[in-house]
């Protein structure tokens, strides 16, 4: 056995389809969501999914961010409907908390000035009571290196629908604007186990003979698989 490892490129995207309403409790209270059961599962290198594609569904996101320096982050979300980001402070789940959601709706990739997305921090007098604008996280201190749980969940109704999350990086000189790309695999990851990747060599080289101060050439031939399909095989004598 080898143990669990975060393995980056990719998060996790969850979809349960028949559930009504557009709101985030309809999603977390159905039966299918209890029993971690979804419609649709699949690994994407793009924290974003659908834009378009059905209605009456949710979506439930789950992974690491993997920030490459020390610093502040601000990370964004944009919905239609309801979506709620959470981050721990550490790979622990357990100590995730709710930073940023869309209370309301927005287009695809919409991250500044939509709906519900004040220019002003005022308090919201409904639950979760956090401050707008709520698309958007307060500025999180990270360390470079370092892998942090992330949960995403999205419930989409009826009419248009999509969810993505970027955010705003020490990296970056300006925030995201409307249009702009979500997070990519490199700063995703999720929780694998090494033991479901298998290398299948097909050919290989025989013994062989040279001079001294010669360099042998060996070949082989090899397919993998692992936990997220067909693999690159990279291997080394």
């Not at 990719?10 to 028949?18: L, M």
């Not at 971690?36 to 690994?43: A, D, G, I, N, Q």
């Not at 695809?108 to 921090?121: E, I, K, L, S, V």
């Not at 001294?212 to 990279?234: D, L």
């Amino acid at each position: 056995f080898t143990s669990w490892k975060i393995a980056s490129g990719f998060i996790e995207r969850q979809q349960y389809n028949g559930i009504n309403n557009g709101d985030i409790p309809s999603l977390t209270n159905a039966t299918a969501f209890i029993n971690k059961t979804p419609s649709v599962r699949y690994f994407t290198n793009f924290f974003e999914g659908g834009n378009g594609i059905a209605d009456n569904y949710g979506t439930f996101f789950k992974g690491y961010v993997l920030p490459p320096v020390d610093g502040d982050y601000t990370f964004f979300i944009s919905s239609d409907d309801n979506s709620q980001l959470f981050l721990s402070t550490d790979s622990n789940p357990a100590n995730k908390t709710l930073i940023a959601l869309e209370p309301t709706w927005n287009n695809g990739r919409q991250w500044q000035n939509g709906n519900g997305q004040d220019a002003t921090r005022v308090v919201y007098t409904f639950s979760p009571f956090i401050v707008p604008p709520v698309n958007r996280s307060l500025p999180v201190t990270l360390v470079g290196g370092q892998a942090y749980y992330v949960e995403y969940l999205h419930k989409e109704g009826g009419g248009g629908d999509n969810e993505a999350v970027t955010w705003y990086t020490p990296l970056d000189t300006a925030e995201p604007v409307n249009g702009s790309l979500p997070m990519t695999n490199q700063y995703l990851g999720v929780y694998v186990n090494p033991d479901d990747s298998i290398i299948t060599i097909s050919a290989q080289s025989g013994n062989t003979n040279v001079f001294e101060g010669r360099r042998p050439i060996f070949g082989v031939t090899a397919t993998g698989q692992s936990f997220f399909g067909a693999a690159t095989v990279f291997y080394q004598w």
